[in-house]
C-alpha cells in the first residue's frame, strides 16, 4: 500500500476499513500509521442482526430486507487535516451484499438463492443507495481540508456475466474463475431504480 508519500505530509495516518481483508495489508505498511477495523456506517451490524433474527418464507425476507431503517446523520470519529475514500461504489455495496448472501444462502441454499439473485439485489438496492449517500455525507462532514475519492472507473467481467457492460464502462474478460459477475447486477439494481 502507497501510504508512505502520505506520511511525508501528514503526522499522523489512521486507515479505516470495515472489510478484515484490508488487515494483512496494512501490517505491511512501514510508515507510522493507526488503523481500525470499523464501520462508519454504524448500521451493518444491526441490519445483520435484523436479518438473522428473521424467520419465515423467502418473501418475508425480501420485505424485511427492503424494510431495513436508513442509517442516522453520519459523523466522522477524528478531525483530519485530508481524507481518502477508496473505492466507494465497488467496495461499500459490495461488504453488504457479502454479508447479505452468506445469511441468505445458510437459509435457502446456493441454488435457491443464485437463480433468485435479482430479487434479493433489488431488494437490498435501497440499503445500499443509503450506504454510499451516507459515505458521501460523513466525507462532507469530516471538514477536512483535502478530501480524495478514489472510486472505480472500469468494470471487470470474470466471464460469468450474461449481460454486457454499462453504457460508457469498459469490459475486460478474465481467466479468474470468481462470481463477480453480480456487481454488475448490483450496480444495476441500485442505480437502475427510481427514487425511494
Request: glycine share 4%; charged share 20%; hydrophobic share 45%.
Amino acid at each position: 500500500m502507497a501510504v508512505d508519500p502520505l506520511s511525508q505530509s501528514f503526522k499522523r495516518l489512521w486507515l479505516i476499513d470495515a472489510d478484515p481483508l484490508s488487515v494483512p495489508s496494512w501490517r505491511s505498511i512501514t510508515a507510522p500509521v493507526r488503523w481500525d477495523l470499523a464501520d462508519l456506517s454504524g448500521v451493518l451490524k444491526l441490519w445483520t442482526k435484523t436479518i438473522e433474527a428473521t424467520t419465515g418464507s423467502w418473501e418475508t425476507f425480501l420485505k424485511t430486507i427492503e424494510a431495513l431503517p436508513r442509517p442516522e446523520a453520519a459523523y466522522f470519529p477524528v478531525q483530519a487535516d485530508g481524507v481518502v475514500s477508496l473505492n466507494l461504489l465497488g467496495q461499500i455495496p459490495v461488504v453488504w451484499q457479502d454479508i447479505l448472501e452468506v445469511i441468505l444462502l445458510a437459509r435457502f441454499g446456493k441454488t435457491f438463492v443464485q437463480t433468485r439473485e435479482p430479487q434479493w439485489l433489488r431488494a437490498f438496492s435501497n440499503g445500499v443507495r443509503w450506504l454510499v449517500e451516507q459515505h458521501l455525507e460523513l466525507l462532507t462532514k469530516s471538514r477536512a481540508e483535502n478530501i480524495l475519492i478514489i472510486s472505480d472507473l472500469e468494470y471487470l467481467s470474470y466471464g460469468l456475466d450474461p449481460f454486457p457492460p454499462p453504457r460508457g464502462m469498459l469490459r475486460l474478460d478474465s481467466k479468474i474463475r470468481r462470481p463477480a459477475c453480480s456487481c454488475l447486477k448490483l450496480m444495476r439494481a441500485v442505480f437502475d431504480q427510481k427514487p425511494a
